[in-house]
């Protein structure tokens, strides 16, 4: 069983391996998988391999009623050991834990102002037809 600390590290990284696994894109766009469910991730951070199988309705306001799937996440080693699972059978303590949420963490920055570029250039796009006018 786990402590307290053990738990707090747990939520961290799960919610780190959603950030690193999603490119930042934490909430799934319901526009694009209208009826996916479950869906599964795998992305290589270091000498690891992070995975994450999702149940895509537990993770937004859908129209449709969430299924009972839960959200696993998992950090494997390149030799195949399990550093992290999120279901609460494997935590390896150890300073790696901080160096991926400080990875997750770049990884949402990075996304966020792709975001505000984005943001940006459609703002531009929109305004472009008055740009000669002088007020």
């Given amino acids: 069983m786990w402590g307290l600390e053990a738990l707090n590290q747990s939520r ?3 919610d780190a ?3 690193v696994v999603t490119d930042g894109k934490v909430e799934p766009d319901c526009k694009d998988d209208r009826n996916l469910i479950h869906k599964k991730y795998s992305k290589k951070w270091e000498k690891c391999t992070i995975k994450l199988v999702r149940d895509e309705m537990d993770r937004s306001s859908y129209e449709l009623a969430p299924s009972k799937g839960p959200t ?8 195949g050991s399990l550093l992290y699972k999120s279901d609460g059978s494997a935590l390896r ?4 834990i901080e160096r991926f949420i400080a990875y997750s963490k770049d990884v949402q920055k990075k996304y966020a102002q792709q975001q505000q570029e984005k943001l940006k250039k459609k703002k531009e796009e929109k305004n472009k037809p008055f740009a000669d006018i002088d007020f």
Avoid: C, K, V
């Fill in 12 to 14: 961290s990284l799960l």
């Fill in 17 to 19: 391996i959603i950030i």
């Fill in 72 to 79: 696993i996440g998992e950090i494997l080693f390149e030799d």
């Fill in 93 to 96: 303590q150890g300073p790696w």
